[in-house]
């Protein structure tokens, strides 16, 4: 998330133009996606609206 410029406090409000109110929504949502898919987030921060596009990657393995 920090390396596509999300930060603390940012909102998430729509994924590739869909509207997400909530964290399942969210998570719903990112599921339809996998590594390598690029999306449009539409992000508030500080009352301000931007959109960043960004491409899914994978989880660290915590076992390495």
Excluded: F
Excluded at 16 to 44: C, F, H, R, W
């Amino acid at each position: 998330a920090a390396m596509s410029g999300i930060r603390p406090g940012d909102s998430i409000t729509m994924i590739n133009d869909k509207k997400v109110t909530s964290m399942l929504q969210l998570k719903e949502a990112l599921d339809a996606y996998k590594p390598g898919d690029t999306i449009s987030l539409t992000i508030e921060r500080n009352g301000n609206t931007t959109t960043k596009d960004i491409t899914i990657g994978t989880l660290p393995n915590p076992a390495q």
